[in-house]
């Protein structure tokens, strides 16, 4: 028969597990861009892919206490799902101090493709000393030309308050979209033909709580204004952090420091009614062909002109070969009785 002298004793020491950890002795700044097909992902499925790179790539991570240690690492706001991002943020706590760029390119490397490495630092201190008060978002919307665009955001921000609802896991939550906007500009990106382009909102949003979203905001712009893309638009973060800093960035480079582009981008952008900006504190610009495909360059589903092909298993597009098996099996199986 045990003793329970033993076992208590035991059971007392059990909580203590994981006390011995090696402790922090760096903290890193990580931001990242979630890009094509890994903008369907869940912040959780994220979260997944980061811990397992970390793994992958041997970085030095430091762990938590407990029965049940987990990797310190901290997240910012996340993009929702289904919208691209150029600016998230992630803060890596290490039990041995490394050079940022090797962590940068090592873990990159270990990161599945759509989640890309663009910046590893350790000036901020940590991830809770960094303010994150606004961001900008930029809106793709096949089928709506620039005039309707136009008409709509000049409804939206004239208007007092637009109350939109939103279905949560605690129930219906209602909440004023225009409160959050802070500026909206529509622009124009034309295609071959102009009955191809389509129109893009560029806008700074604040902040709050309850958060507001991109698509509680185009929501609001179809009450007030009757805009319905044809097909689900894209919806891309270019730029999180201080109010005044993200709406320097969303007036353009001649009035927000380092965010370069090129003459040709600049003179472009220009033609088609609608600048092109960067991150903030972005290198500078590269050349267009070693540039990463942007939110721009990805397939729009259900935007006409595109001649794009669709790959197999495609997100974005039909799956012949999932169409296929189905058919296959359906024959296979003979009548249904």
Known sequence: MPDPGSAGAGQASSPTRGADKAPVVQRLIVR??????????SHRDIARAVERAVRKAQVPIAYSAGFTPHPKISYAGAAP?????????????LTEVRVSGEVRDQLDAALPDGIDVIDVTE????????????SLWDVVLPGIGPDEAAVAVETFLASDGVQVERLTSKGIRRMDARAAVVSMQA????????????AILRMV????TPAVRPDDILTALRQVAGLVPTSPPLVTRLAQGPLEAVAAAAAGPAEGPGLGHTAGQAADGAAQGHVETTRLDTPPAQSAAARPPSA?????RGAEGSHR???????????PDARNRAERSRANSGPQW
């Open 123 to 134: 000036e901020a201190g940590s991830l809770g000393a960094m303010t994150f008060e606004a």
């Open 81 to 93: 799902t289904g919208t691209a991002s150029e600016a998230e943020y992630l803060e890596l706590s």
């Open 205 to 208: 949003v604040q902040q709050l």
């Open 187 to 198: 622009g124009w990106r034309a295609a071959e033909s102009r009955s191809a382009g389509y």
């Open 32 to 41: 990242y861009a979630k890009r094509s097909r890994m903008r369907f992902a």
């Open 296 to 300: 721009y360059d990805q397939l729009l």
């Open 309 to 319: 092909a669709h790959a197999p298993g495609s997100l974005t597009g039909d799956s």
